[in-house]
C-alpha cells in the first residue's frame, strides 16, 4: 500500500485545491507538496538497497485483458520519485506571486494542476504492468497541457497544442508496441501485462525489433532526442519557467526511465540491434543541442534546447551496454534534473525582473545583484560540468562509458564539455556582466523567499558533487540486475 | 407440397422488441386520442416506461437464456428461426434502449428554445409562410416523433437479431424510414434539414435497393435467405461463387451505408448537420450500433467460412474509414459536420475489430475475442457521442443553436464546465487513456493484431494521431483562443439534457477506469447463434 499511498497524496491534494476557500489555495497546495515530499523520503528509508522490486502490490484491473493495477519501486523508480517529490515544492515556491497573475487563470489551477501532474508521475515511476504505465503516461499529458496552455506568455496555446500532438503521437505509436506485447504474451498463452510476465516471454528478434522501434521512438519524443525535439524549444520559452521545470526535469524524465524499463528490460535483443543507430541520435543530440543553444536569443529557449544535449547523454550511457554507463546515465538523470531547475527557476527570477526574456537586452545584473547572479552562474557552471558539481560525476562516467564503447564516440561527446562551456558561459556574460542597461532601475536581489527555492538546489549540486555515493548505492545494484539480465559482462564496472 | 407449419413464438425472449413495438403503436393511439395540451407528457411518459420495460425485459431474458444447440453459445432461435435471441442480440438490445432512453429526454427538451422543443411546429408548414409563423406563434410541437422513435428503436433492435436477409431487411427498412422523416423536423434553420432529410432518404433507399438485390443474389446462391443454411452452402461450396462474392458486395454496400463507412459516407455531414441535435445524437449513436450488430451477424454467422473473400475489402475499407473520416473532419469549420466525419473515422476503427474474427481455436484463454472487443467499442463510443451532440444543442446564439467552431472560441472562459465536458468527450473520442475510448481502442487494436491484420493496425495507429490533432484542435478554441465578436453562450438545460450529458460522461469516465465488468458482459454474451 505505501506506494499507492504515494500517488493518492498529491492526488488528494489536487482536489483538495480544487475545492478550498481562494485564499487557502496556495497554503493547502503547498502542504500536499511538502506532504509528499516527506512521504516520499519516508519510502526511501524503507526502501533496500539490494531488494531488487519491492513494496509490489498487484491488483487485478481489467481481467478480460491480462491488466494489473501492480505497482513496485526498484533503485531506478526510487532515484526518479525522489526527484519528483523534491522538484515540487520549490515550483510551487517559485510560482507563489506568479500564478495569481491575470495572464494566468489563478492560483487554484496552477497548483492543482502541478499536484495531478505529481501524482500522474510518481505512478508512472512505479507502475510494473505495461498497460498501467501505458495510461498514466497519457494521463501526465492533460495536467502538462493545461499548465503550458493556461500560464506563460502568449503564443502558449499553440505551444501547448503543439506539445499535446507531439506527445499524444508518440503515445500512440507506443499503444502499437504495447498492443503488440500483449498479442506475443497471448499467442505464449498467457495474455497478461505484467512487465515480471512479460520478461519471461522469448520474443522472437523480428517482432523484438518492431516492437522495439515502437517503445523507442514514443520514448525519443518523450525524452526529447534528435530529431524528435523540436516541441522542446518551443514549450519552454512559451511556458512559465516553473512549468518547464516540471516538464524537463520531471516528464521529461519518463523517456529515458522508459527506454531503461521497457527496451532494455523486455526487448534486449533488439536493443543491442538498435545500439548503433542510437548512439549516433544520441551523438547528434549532444552536439546539435549544444550548438543551436548558443545560438539563442531567449534565455528560457536556451535552457531548453540544452536539456536535448544533456538527454542525449543520458540515452548514450544508456545504450553504451556497460555498467559505468548505465549508472552514470540514472545519475545524470537526477543530476540534469537538479541543475536544469536551478537554471530555468533563477531566468525566471531574473525575467520577473527585467521584463524580458531576450539575453540581448539583459545585462549589469551582477553588480546589483550577486546572489541572483550567483546561483545562475552555479547553474550554468553545472550544465557544463564542472567538478565538484553533481553533473561532473555522472557525465565523466558517461564519458568514460563512450570511451569504452569506441574512442570516436567518446570523442565526440568530450566536444560537448566544450560547447556546454560556451553556452552557459556566455550567456552568464551577457545577461549578468557588463554595462547597466540604460533608463531602467537596477535589477533587485533575490528575497527570502528565493532564496530558499534556489539555496537546496544549489545544496543538492554541491553535495553530490563531492558524495554521489548515497546514489550510487541505490543506482548500482539496479544496473547490475538489469545488465545482467540483458546478458552483458559486468567488467570495468564503478568499483 | 409441404404444409404450412405455424411458427412458434417466444413470447417471453421476444418481450423487449414486442414491448417496444406495442409502446410504438400505443403512441399512435395516443397521437389520435389525446387532447394536444396533454400528448407531450403521455408521448414522453409511454416512451420513457416502454423503454425502461424493454431494458428490464433484455436483462430477464439474458438471465433466462440457456445454451443452444450444441452449448458453445446461448440463446433462442425465434419465430421459426427468423430472430436469433443470443448474446450479442441481447447485449445490443440494452445498448440501444440505454441510449434510446437518453435520446428520448434530449427529445423532450424544452427548455433550451424559449418554451418549445427542437423540432419543427408544423412540418406541413412551407418555410417562410405565414402557415409557419403561425404554428410558431401558436407554440405547436409534432408529438410524433415519439412514436417515430419508437419504431425506429424497434428497427433497431430487429435489424442486429434478424437471422434471415428478409428479416434484416425489414429491421433495416424500420429502423431507416422513421429517421429520414425524423431528420426533416427541424425547428431552426428547416430549408437544410428538410434537405438533409431527402438526401437521406434517397441514399438510404438506393442502398436498400443494393442490399435487397444482394439478397436476392445470395438466395440464389444458397437457396434459403436462412443464415445457417447461407452458412452451410458457403462451407460446402455448392452454387457459383460469382453469385456469393457480388451477392456479399452489394449486402455490404446496404450495410457499410448504414454505418457510415467510406465511400458510402457521402450522407452523414449534411444529414449531422441538418437534422435536429436530438436526432443526430440518438441515431448517431442508435444506428451504428444496430447496423454494426447485423453487420456482424452477416459476416460471422452467415459469411464467416468465406472470410477470406469478405476480410481484404474490409481492410481497404477500415482503413479508407478511418483516414478519410480524419482528414476531412479536420478540414471542418462545422462543430456537427466535424463530429460526423469523425463517426466516419470511428465506423473505421470498429471495422477494425470485426476484421480480427478468429475461431476460439486460434485464441489464448482469457485473450480479447473480436465480438468483444466490437461490442464494448460500440458502447463507449455510443454513450461519448449522445453526449457530445447533447453538449452541442447546449450552445446557442439569437439564430438557436452555434455550430460555428470559430464562435465556439473561449467557451471555456464563459462556461467552464459545459467546456470541459466538452473537452471530455472529446477526449474519449480521440481515445485518451482514463476514458472509454481508449479501452474500446485498445480492445479493437488488439484483437485486430491478433489475427495480424497488423497494416491495419499500423493504419489505425497512424489515424489516431492525425483524429488526435483534430481533437485538441478543438479544446483549443475552446479553452485557449481568444472569443470573436459577443462570443459564445450557454443555454443552462433542464434536467433532462443534463442527466444525458451526466450520464454519459460519467458511463464514459467509468468503462475507462473499470471496464471490467462490461467487458466482462460482453464476454459472457459469447459467441451468435446459428
Excluded at chain 1, 550544465?383 to 565538484?388: M, S, V
Aim: net charge negative.
Amino acid at each position: 500500500m505505501m506506494l499507492t499511498v504515494l500517488i493518492l497524496v498529491p492526488l488528494v491534494g489536487a482536489l483538495a485545491v480544487a475545492f478550498v476557500p481562494r485564499a487557502q489555495v496556495r497554503p493547502v497546495g503547498l502542504a500536499f507538496g511538502l506532504a509528499s515530499l516527506a512521504y516520499g523520503l519516508l519510502v526511501a528509508s524503507r526502501y533496500d538497497v539490494d531488494g531488487g522490486m519491492q513494496m509490489t502490490e498487484t491488483h487485478t484491473w481489467i481481467e478480460a485483458m491480462g491488466v494489473h493495477y501492480a505497482l513496485g519501486l526498484d533503485g531506478l523508480g526510487l532515484m526518479m520519485v525522489l526527484l519528483t517529490v523534491a522538484i515540487v515544492p520549490p515550483v510551487m515556491l517559485a510560482s507563489w506571486k506568479e500564478s495569481e497573475s491575470p495572464e494566468g487563470r489563478g492560483a487554484r489551477s496552477f497548483f492543482a494542476w502541478v499536484l495531478a501532474l505529481e501524482a500522474m508521475s510518481l505512478a508512472v515511476y512505479t507502475a510494473t504492468d505495461v498497460l498501467l504505465f501505458y495510461v498514466v503516461f497519457e494521463a501526465t499529458l492533460i495536467p502538462a497541457y493545461f499548465l503550458i496552455g493556461g500560464f506563460g506568455r502568449s503564443g502558449r496555446g499553440r505551444a501547448a497544442t503543439k506539445f499535446l500532438i507531439y506527445q499524444l503521437a508518440g503515445g500512440l505509436i507506443l499503444l502499437a508496441s504495447v498492443i503488440g506485447l500483449y498479442v506475443v504474451s497471448a499467442d505464449a498463452g498467457n495474455p497478461s501485462f505484467l512487465i515480471s510476465d512479460l520478461a519471461a516471454l522469448d520474443i522472437d528478434p523480428v517482432t523484438q525489433r518492431w516492437l522495439f522501434v515502437g517503445f523507442f521512438v514514443a520514448f525519443a519524443i518523450k525524452a526529447p532526442i534528435f530529431p524528435f525535439h523540436t516541441w522542446l524549444a518551443d514549450t519552454s520559452e512559451k511556458a512559465t519557467p516553473s512549468t518547464s521545470v516540471l516538464l524537463v526535469c520531471v516528464l521529461d524524465k519518463i523517456g529515458t526511465f522508459g527506454m531503461l524499463r521497457f527496451c532494455l528490460g523486455l526487448l534486449p535483443d533488439a536493443s543491442q540491434w538498435a545500439t548503433p543507430v542510437v548512439v549516433v541520435l544520441a551523438l547528434i543530440s549532444i552536439v546539435y543541442g549544444a550548438l543551436i543553444a548558443i545560438g539563442q536569443d531567449d534565455v528560457l529557449r536556451l535552457i531548453g534546447l540544452t536539456s536535448l544535449s544533456h538527454f542525449g547523454f543520458i540515452v548514450l550511457g544508456i545504450f553504451v551496454f556497460n555498467a559505468t554507463g548505465g549508472t552514470g546515465a540514472i545519475l545524470y538523470m537526477v543530476n540534469h534534473g537538479i541543475a536544469t531547475a536551478l537554471m530555468f527557476l533563477v531566468a525566471g527570477f531574473l525575467i520577473n525582473r527585467t521584463g524580458t526574456t531576450l539575453i540581448s537586452q539583459m545585462g549589469g545584473v551582477e553588480k546589483h545583484a550577486p546572489i541572483l547572479a550567483g546561483s545562475f552562474l552555479i547553474g550554468g557552471l553545472a550544465a557544463c560540468g564542472l567538478p565538484g558539481l553533481s553533473p561532473f560525476v555522472s557525465e565523466v562516467m558517461v564519458i568514460i562509458a563512450a570511451f569504452d564503447h569506441h574512442w570516436l564516440v567518446g570523442s565526440v561527446a568530450v566536444l560537448a564539455i566544450v560547447l556546454a562551456a560556451i553556452y552557459a558561459l556566455w550567456m552568464y556574460q551577457r545577461t549578468m556582466t557588463g554595462a547597466d542597461r540604460t533608463g531602467v532601475a537596477p535589477v533587485a536581489d533575490l528575497d527570502r523567499r528565493e532564496v530558499g527555492i534556489v539555496a537546496p538546489l544549489v545544496l543538492a549540486l554541491v553535495l553530490f558533487g563531492f558524495f554521489p555515493m548515497p546514489l550510487l548505492d541505490v543506482i548500482n545494484p539496479f544496473v547490475h540486475d538489469s545488465l545482467t539480465s540483458v546478458g552483458i559482462s559486468l567488467e570495468g564496472g564503478p568499483q | 407440397m409441404t404444409d404450412f407449419v405455424k411458427p412458434s413464438i417466444d413470447y417471453f425472449e421476444l418481450s423487449p422488441l414486442l414491448v417496444v413495438f406495442a409502446v410504438a403503436c400505443l403512441g399512435v393511439v395516443v397521437e389520435a386520442f389525446f387532447p394536444r395540451a396533454l400528448r407531450y407528457r403521455a408521448q414522453v411518459v409511454v416512451a420513457l416506461v416502454g423503454l425502461v420495460a424493454a431494458l428490464v425485459g433484455v436483462v430477464l431474458v439474458a438471465r433466462a437464456v440457456t445454451t443452444y444447440d450444441d452449448g458453445a453459445a446461448r440463446g433462442v432461435l425465434a419465430v421459426g428461426g427468423t430472430v436469433a435471441v443470443d448474446g450479442p442480440s441481447l447485449f445490443i438490445w440494452g445498448l440501444v434502449l440505454a441510449l434510446a432512453i437518453a435520446g428520448v429526454l434530449l427529445f423532450a427538451e424544452r427548455h433550451l428554445d424559449g418554451g418549445v422543443s427542437a423540432f419543427a411546429g408544423q412540418a406541413a408548414a412551407v418555410p417562410g409562410t405565414d402557415a409557419e409563423s403561425a404554428s410558431i406563434a401558436a407554440h405547436r410541437e409534432h408529438t410524433e416523433i415519439y412514436p417515430l422513435m419508437m419504431f425506429a428503436v424497434f428497427g433497431m433492435m430487429l435489424f442486429p437479431a434478424a437471422n434471415d436477409l428478409l428479416t434484416m431487411f425489414v429491421g433495416l427498412e424500420v429502423l431507416s424510414l422513421p429517421l429520414y422523416l425524423l431528420s426533416g423536423l427541424a425547428r431552426r434553420r428547416r430549408l437544410l434539414s428538410q434537405e438533409a432529410a431527402l438526401k437521406y432518404f434517397l441514399l438510404g433507399a438506393f442502398s436498400s435497393g443494393f442490399f435487397l438485390y444482394g439478397a436476392a443474389l445470395l438466395y440464389g446462391y444458397a437457396g434459403s435467405m436462412d443464415f445457417a443454411a447461407i452458412n452451410e452452402a458457403v462451407r460446402n461450396d455448392v452454387g457459383s461463387s460469382s453469385l456469393l462474392l457480388i451477392g456479399t458486395g452489394l449486402l455490404s454496400v446496404g450495410l457499410l451505408f448504414k454505418v457510415g463507412a467510406v465511400p458510402f459516407q457521402a450522407w452523414t455531414p449534411d444529414v449531422y448537420q441538418g437534422a435536429p441535435t436530438p436526432v443526430v445524437a440518438f441515431m448517431a449513436a442508435g444506428t451504428k450500433v444496430a447496423a454494426f450488430g447485423a453487420l456482424l451477424r452477416l459476416f460471422y454467422v452467415a459469411l464467416g467460412a468465406d472470410r477470406w473473400s469478405w476480410q481484404p475489402m474490409l481492410w481497404i475499407i477500415a482503413i479508407l474509414s478511418m483516414f478519410v473520416g480524419t482528414i476531412l473532419a479536420m478540414t471542418q469549420s462545422d462543430i456537427k459536420r466535424l463530429l460526423a466525419y469523425s463517426s466516419v473515422a470511428h465506423t473505421g476503427f470498429i471495422l477494425v475489430g470485426v476484421i480480427g474474427l478468429q475461431t476460439s481455436d486460434q485464441l489464448a484463454d482469457g485473450e480479447i475475442t473480436s465480438l468483444q472487443a466490437v461490442l464494448f467499442y460500440l458502447a463507449t463510443y455510443g454513450f461519448a457521442t449522445i453526449g457530445a451532440f447533447a453538449v452541442v444543442s447546449l450552445v446557442r446564439d439569437s439564430g438557436g443553436e452555434t455550430t460555428a467552431l470559430a464562435r465556439w472560441a473561449g467557451l471555456g472562459k464563459e462556461s467552464p464546465v459545459v467546456a470541459a465536458v466538452f473537452a471530455f468527450f472529446l477526449l474519449a473520442l480521440a481515445g485518451i487513456p482514463l476514458t472509454a475510448g481508449f479501452v474500446g481502442k485498445l480492445a479493437v487494436f488488439s484483437a485486430a493484431l491478433a489475427a495480424g491484420a497488423w497494416p491495419v493496425v499500423v493504419a489505425a495507429i497512424a489515424a489516431s494521431i492525425l483524429a488526435v490533432a483534430l481533437y485538441v484542435r478543438v479544446i483549443k478554441v475552446m479553452f485557449f483562443d481568444e472569443p470573436v465578436g459577443e462570443g459564445p453562450s450557454v443555454t443552462y438545460p433542464s434536467v433532462l439534457t443534463a442527466t444525458t450529458i451526466a450520464v454519459g460522461a460519467v458511463v464514459t469516465l467509468v468503462l475507462g477506469i473499470v471496464p471490467g465488468p462490461v467487458l466482462d458482459l460482453a464476454a459472457v454474451a459469447g459467441e451468435f447463434i446459428r
